[in-house]
């Protein structure tokens, strides 16, 4: 009873939110309107970008305090800033495209900006819809075989022949009326409630030892059977798509949720083994792995070969040097990519090391702030589900920067909320959204003010 | 479970710290490395994204940049082509700089440091940075009449303003046209400057500076250097001037290049020696006087030393330890003696400018972006190479090989002209190299001049006052605005 009441006056902290909201948006403004200054990409307007950016961002802001007062209020402004800087850079990389074909004499190219503000739009949407219509997250429970199953249809829509579309070697597309989107970004959020579904019931069968293998506790064949399946679906994906960074993604997220259910590291070290024997045989079979693989070893043997992209990437980095050259001074437009896999080193070279550290820190912030929502909802599913999310963006991070700074192999994925791509921007905030509505059931009050007003009067007496 | 999810959140924030300290490594530590390598493109974007400074001659600029709608912003360009390579150098986006381009290059590209305030301003103004200027001391009258009469022969020529130093001429040809190395296009420079590289002829060696040859009959002057300053020797002092000298301990028997005795009784006096060129004197004159005094002699006119233009000029050499009938060969400029067309300009300049020899040097003013002058090139002593009545003595010698001996076609008229010719025999069996030294006018001397044809610049006769010596007259005279 004494308990609740030290919850007595629970702060919402929305106004905080609504602060740091502002902030955010006025650092996009400050971005623009000094890549405005020192390039010519005044003449391709935007004003009205970054208004309406701002207003759907007020909007938003708005939703949460009427659908999840109680939510974590550093998550959306942290987002929001992400995604108003990676508005401003491929703002910054529409001008160096329109420059470099005034210069060829050709038309100008549409800028990029104005449909990525558009899916910025769609994806605030889809945070709302998330927001609004999930009332409860527990719901998504019932939901877990039917995700699993729309997770891999979604994953494998690429290989159909009409919409599927190949880009620049990997098969991750879809093209419905023009537009292309990548079903393999909303597979990883469908994909994390099958697995926070399925593992959630099966967690304490999965930690009993069936047998030893190597020292290493094996439970049951029919409990082992999904981590194999799994690892199977990426491997598939892998070689039929040619996504190594989604693959990737998806054999790690599944080895930590496995390893959060169940409390066993066996699972890690298990998942470690397969991923060595996995890529060690990728290796062997692709002759795209292996390029990857040997580039990231030896970038600067074949630096206008294969290895032009990481070779570019860090001449830009190292352009940029500890404070970068400034909105607009670099060169980021030489790095192939710059508005997508690559914008790490876009922003980089112009914002330098301090940048990026910055940046880093953003999404340090929202790892730590998802893993708060997991660790203080007070559902088991709740708990694997938030973490299986944060998971999924810390994890995305290291494995597309570390690829473009060469700490990892290059393998080619969107920069969550930076990157230019509609589908990744969709998928993320659909994450934020479940996050914060997660974050909102963990820190809401279990009793109304009304009865908190009523115990304390009797409490007084 | 609570446990774990803490441990996964430590094991993110593990890797993202992870990624920080690689990125702190590549931006701090390797970019040093990276930003230097040869792939790296926006070290040149950079230097191609400020306005380079110009190189001037007065307020004529030979070297420009203009800007362009490339990703390049400026494009380097010489306006006079060919004429002023040998100064200018070229500055290229696959080949780096030469030249002034080069050697001035912190205060063109702006990155010198006494442009720390003008850099601040340009930031608080928000005006695009700009490089400094370079004013040389190249005559262009000089320069073009040299680059004019050399008319592609291979061949190089020097103009030194004697009391000062300053260059006024430094010719090489054949020339090339730097404007082909300084396009934006990579293949064709490539392949312009594969050409280039290719061509028997060299046109890319700045001839005046690299190459040293056998100066010939010039290299007398120093021989009479050595002797006038011996104190033993002057203009009138008797000779052997026989039709062969046999050189000790040989069958080797020297004869002057017509093949006649040198003065009647096969005696002639120093003066005339100089004037008919006679090898016989000049050989006897080395060997009395001894290679230590000539090579002494020729150091104090720059032999032996490193002159920096600002480019660097190839040293000149007297032999070292010659033996009798190798100092008799070295006494006219044969066997080991090497000059370059600078080093035999510097004789004629030291003898004219009353035997102080001056530092020859190119630049004249450093100029900031907005052409105030940063820094005047104050003209310094080499060193002293003879005493004063000796220069006089010398000079006076030399006036009467252009009126009276073998550098008739040096004259120019109405103005005394000093000169020496020379005509040196190089490998047995190729053409030899035509030289010419000399200075105008005689007193209160203006232009010091070196010409050399190598190997006759594929002339049938080779002969310094055929062929070297028109050239001087052509170049002394614009310098002289005659």
Request: a neutral charge; charged letters at 15%; one cysteine or more.
């Amino acid at each position: 009873m004494s308990t609740n009441l030290i919850r007595y006056r629970v702060s919402t902290r929305r106004s905080a939110e609504l602060a740091l909201l502002i902030g955010a948006w006025l650092i996009g403004v400050f971005a623009w309107i000094l890549v405005d200054a020192s390039t010519d990409a005044a003449s391709l307007g935007g004003w009205t970008s970054l208004v309406s950016a701002g207003v759907l961002l007020l909007i938003t802001h708005g939703v949460v305090r009427w659908q999840a007062p109680y939510a974590d209020p550093l998550l959306l402004p942290c987002v929001a800033a992400l995604n108003m800087l990676g508005l401003a850079m491929i703002h910054r990389l529409d001008a160096a495209a329109a420059q470099r074909a005034a210069s060829n004499g050709s038309p100008p190219p549409t800028p990029d900006v104005y449909l990525q503000l558009t899916w910025m739009l769609v994806g605030l949407i889809a945070f709302i819809v998330v927001l609004t219509f999930v009332g409860d997250h527990r719901r998504l429970q019932r939901l877990t075989f039917t995700a699993g199953l729309a997770g891999i249809v979604l994953l494998f829509l690429p290989l159909l022949p009409v919409i599927g579309k190949e880009v620049n070697g990997a098969q991750l597309w879809i093209s419905i009326f023009g537009l292309t989107f990548q079903p393999g970004e909303l597979a990883k959020v469908a994909l994390t409630i099958f697995f926070a579904g399925f593992l959630v019931g099966r967690r304490h069968s999965l930690a009993l030892v069936h047998r030893k293998i190597f020292g290493i506790g094996i439970p049951r064949g029919k409990d082992v059977g999904p981590l194999f399946l799994v690892w199977l679906v990426a491997l598939l994906v892998l070689i039929l798509e040619r996504d190594l960074g989604t693959s990737l993604l998806l054999f790690g997220l599944f080895t930590v949720m496995l390893y959060v259910a169940t409390g066993r590291r066996s699972w890690v070290v298990l998942g470690s083994l397969l991923l060595a024997v996995g890529g060690a045989f990728a290796y062997r079979l692709f002759g795209h792995v292996q390029i990857r693989f040997d580039v990231w070893l030896r970038p600067f043997d074949d630096a206008n070969g294969n290895g032009y992209q990481i070779v570019q990437s860090l001449y830009g980095l190292a352009n940029g040097g500890i404070f970068g050259t400034g909105w607009g001074q670099g060169y980021p437009q030489l790095v192939p990519f710059a508005k997508t896999d690559f914008i790490t080193s876009a922003l980089g070279e112009e914002l330098g090391l301090m940048g990026l550290i910055a940046i880093l820190l953003l999404f340090a912030i929202i790892v730590e702030r998802g893993a708060r929502a997991a660790v203080a909802t007070r559902d088991p599913f709740g708990n694997l589900f938030a973490i299986g999310l944060t998971t999924v963006i810390g994890l995305q991070t290291f494995i597309v920067i570390g690829g473009v700074t060469r700490l990892v192999p290059l393998t080619g994925l969107t920069t969550p909320f930076l990157s230019y791509g509609g589908s990744s921007l969709v998928a993320n905030y659909i994450i934020i959204g479940i996050l914060i509505r997660i974050s909102n059931a963990a820190r809401a009050p279990e009793i109304t003010d009304a009865e908190l007003v009523l115990r304390q009067n009797v409490d007084t007496k | 479970m609570i446990r774990q999810i803490n441990r996964v959140t430590a094991a993110i924030i593990f890797l993202l710290l992870a990624l920080i300290i690689n990125i702190s490594y590549i931006q701090v530590f390797s970019a040093p490395d990276l930003r230097g390598q040869s792939g790296n493109q926006r070290v040149i974007l950079t230097e191609y994204s400020h306005e380079r400074g110009s190189i001037l001659l007065g307020s004529q600029s030979i070297a420009e940049s203009t800007p362009t709608l490339n990703a390049l912003k400026y494009l380097r360009t010489y306006p006079d082509e060919s004429i002023f390579a040998p100064v200018t150098g070229f500055y290229s986006v696959l080949y780096g700089a030469t030249g002034i381009e080069y050697e001035a290059n912190n205060v063109l590209a702006g990155n010198d440091s006494r442009f720390f305030v003008d850099r601040l301003q340009q930031l608080f103004a928000n005006r695009e940075p700009k490089g400094g200027a370079v004013r040389l001391t190249i005559d262009p009258a000089a320069q073009t009449a040299a680059m004019k009469a050399l008319n592609g022969r291979t061949g190089a020529v020097v103009a030194i303003d004697p009391t000062t130093g300053a260059i006024l001429a430094l010719a090489s040809s054949p020339s090339f046209d730097p404007n082909l190395l300084s396009s934006h296009d990579a293949a064709q420079i490539q392949s312009n400057y594969e050409e280039l590289d290719a061509d028997p002829e060299q046109p890319m060696l700045n001839r005046p500076l690299a190459m040293t040859l056998p100066p010939g009959s010039t290299f007398k002057l120093v021989t009479a250097a050595a002797a006038l300053e011996s104190g033993l020797y002057n203009a009138t002092s008797q000779l052997p001037g026989p039709k062969e000298i046999n050189l000790p301990g040989t069958d080797v028997q020297l004869g002057n290049w017509n093949d006649k005795s040198c003065g009647a009784d096969d005696v002639i006096t120093l003066q005339q020696a100089l004037e008919i060129s006679c090898n016989t004197a000049f050989a006897w004159l080395g060997m009395e006087i001894g290679d230590t005094a000539i090579g002494d002699q020729a150091k104090k006119f720059g032999f032996e030393s490193q002159f920096e233009v600002p480019m660097s000029a190839a040293i000149s050499r007297f032999p070292v330890d010659p033996n009798q009938p190798q100092t008799a060969m070295s006494a006219i400029g044969q066997f080991d003696v090497r000059a370059s067309a600078l080093q035999m300009a510097l004789v004629a300049a030291g003898i004219a400018n009353d035997g102080v020899v001056m530092k020859p040097y190119l630049v004249s003013q450093l100029l900031g972006p907005d052409l105030t002058v940063l820094q005047n090139t104050t003209p310094a002593p080499f060193g002293r190479a003879m005493k004063s009545e000796n220069a006089k003595i010398l000079r006076d010698m030399m006036v009467g090989v252009v009126q009276n001996g073998t550098a008739s076609k040096a004259r120019i008229s109405g103005i005394a002209v000093g000169g020496k010719t020379g005509t040196a025999e190089n490998v047995p069996g190729d053409p030899a190299h035509a030289w010419f030294v000399g200075f105008a006018p005689a007193e209160g001397t203006k232009v010091a001049v070196a010409v050399v044809l190598q190997n006759g610049g594929g002339a049938a006769e080779v002969s310094g006052n055929a062929l070297a010596a028109p050239i001087a007259a052509a170049v002394m005279r614009a310098a002289l605005k005659q």
